[in-house]
């Protein structure tokens, strides 16, 4: 890279670690997802099988373990907390905007680069997903890299195996998703300067390199569970293989999705992609390769009924190099046009020429700047705050005996307790469950968080319960007498 390169790497990093990072541990885990992988990846640190991912005392296949492995590497080296389970979207976020900048670089020149990087950097989901423990922002961050190892393997075929590693490691985060990335490398390659025969061969080891670092994880749950690729595959990756195309209101509300998700982008995307159709002749086959991306990547979304706002996030970056390419497209036929019916003006006024190149650019950081003074509240949190159900949680996590909810087992009450949670799940029945656990006092020691509202009704049906803590919003009570000293409920006829 150039200097140049350089100075605006540097600038990305500076200004969007603060984004990132700023007060990045302050918040408490959110349920589900984030503390779900949390609890994952502390399994995983506390000693067991990294290539059998635990949940709650059972094997959890839905994802790959790319991701957990992660933020389980981001424990060893922080200590198990809401900072360090953060710290691999948020240092992949910046990672994601490099990329994103070196992409638009290698298809256009660095002015779309840095336009998208900076979209890119200033969305609001893309800086909340990159402030969270989750597996969005890495999965985004190993698209782009392998996109950019593609492109740079146009240049230099001994690369193929960068781009083997890059590619799995894609796979390894989501499976599905990664995998139309696969269509948009076999583009890269066919549009190669290579011969056929020279492509054949780099598409053999691409394929062989990619099957090898995948296949210790799944064939090792292919062999101890017969139903870990339907679950995988089927019942997690195609949401059990329903589809909804041809629904207007599901368009409506993908679209609704992607406005909130980009925020001001969101009309500038719905020009760009006609705009870059009339221009692109001029740079064909980047035209081709992000035409290519956006389909893949978006035509499946488009087709879900489950499709959520953080889904869109592998989105964003086509979108946003679509963009980027649009208006230098349209700045390019401006300066033409202007050259054309003006030449001495041009000629004699060559700052003309910066003016219309540099506008566009300025324009951007504009609106990101306005932008992400939008963001800003809706992402740092005020102060540290822990809810009142992981409150309750941490105490029940220093006391012996199995926990319980009521109702659907919380990831965060399994985080900040470090105990496993038995759940009565949502149904008319977990009531009843629960006062019968009570009931049984000869039984070892169980453990409920409740809501407060349930506590008069345990009394008013004569269910003896000891209160072991409680706060304005949930109380922990036992089937026991509690060590704690706590209040006791026993029914008069005890």
Known sequence: MKKIDWVIVIFLIAIFAWVFFFRLGWASLQSYDEAWYAVIARNIVQGHNPLVLWFNAKPFSDHPPLGFWLMALSYKLLSISEFATRVPSALMGIGSLVLTFLVGKTLINRRVGLMASVMLGSSLWFVLRARSGNLDVPLVFFYLLTIYFGLLYQHNRRLIIGLAIAFAGLLLVKTLVGASAGIILLSIIGMSKYTWKQKFYDFIILSCGTVVLLLPWYGYNTLISHRFLYHHFVEIALRGGSLDAGQSALLQQVLLYLHSGIGRWYSLALLSIPAILIFGLKKLKATILLLTWLLVVGVPFLLSGKTEIWHLLPLYPPLFLTIGTAIYLFSSWLRRQGAH??????????????????????????????????????????????????????????????????????????????????????????????????????????????????????????????????????????NQATPTGGSVYLPESQ
């Not at 900040?416 to 049984?440: A, H, Q, T």
């Not at 407060?452 to 345990?458: E, F, G, H, M, S």
């Open 341 to 478: 019916f003006f030449p001495k003006l041009f000629s004699q006024k060559k700052y003309l020429r910066l003016i219309i190149e540099a506008t566009p650019v300025g324009l951007v950081f504009f609106l990101a700047v306005f932008q992400l003074r939008q963001v800003f509240p809706l992402v740092f949190p005020v102060d540290r705050y822990l809810p009142p159900v992981d409150q309750i949680a941490k105490i029940a996590g220093d006391l012996p005996g199995t926990l319980y909810l009521k109702d659907a087992v919380g990831p965060e009450v399994m985080y900040y307790s470090g105990k496993d949670v038995n759940s009565f799940g949502i149904n008319p029945e977990s009531f009843r469950m629960m006062k019968d656990f009570l009931g049984d006092a000869s039984a070892s020691a169980r453990l409920f968080i409740v809501p407060q509202n349930d506590l008069p009704t345990l009394t008013d049906e004569q269910v003896p319960f000891s209160i072991v803590s409680e706060n304005t919003d949930y109380a922990l009570i036992s």
